[in-house]
C-alpha cells in the first residue's frame, strides 16, 4: 500500500498514471504543460516523477524513445486509480484532483 500511496503523492504522478489508464504508450510531451513555465516541470518529470514511477514499477520509460507505457505493476494500482475516478464527487471540494 506504501508503494501505492507514494506513486499518488503527487499531482503530476497521478496525472500521468491516469492518462496511462486511458492509453498507453504515450509521449512525454503529452505530460508537459503547455505553458511558458514547462522547462521547470520538464526537468521535474524527467529526474523526480517518472524515474520514481518506473521504480516502483507502475510505469516503463523508454528515454531513447522519450515514450511512456504501462508498467509491470500497472494492474496494482489502477483499481485505485478507478477507485478515485468513480468517487470523485463524493470527494470533499477542497480533495486534490487529477
Known amino acids: 500500500m506504501d508503494?501505492?500511496?507514494e506513486a499518488l503523492f503527487t499531482r503530476r504522478r497521478r496525472m500521468i498514471l491516469f492518462m496511462l489508464k486511458q492509453r498507453s504508450p504515450r509521449p512525454?510531451?503529452?505530460f508537459l504543460p503547455r505553458s511558458a513555465g514547462a522547462r521547470n516541470t520538464e526537468a521535474e518529470l524527467r529526474h523526480d516523477d517518472l524515474p520514481r514511477l518506473a521504480s516502483l514499477a507502475?510505469?516503463?520509460w523508454?528515454?531513447?524513445a522519450d515514450?511512456?507505457?504501462r508498467g509491470q505493476r500497472f494492474d496494482e494500482i489502477e483499481p485505485m486509480l478507478e477507485l478515485l475516478e468513480n468517487h470523485a464527487d463524493e470527494l470533499p471540494d477542497d480533495w486534490p484532483r487529477r
Request: hydrophobic share 45%.
Open 3 to 5: 508503494r501505492v500511496f
Open 28 to 30: 512525454i510531451v503529452d
Open 58 to 60: 507502475y510505469i516503463d
Open 62 to 64: 523508454d528515454r531513447a
Open 67 to 69: 515514450e511512456v507505457s
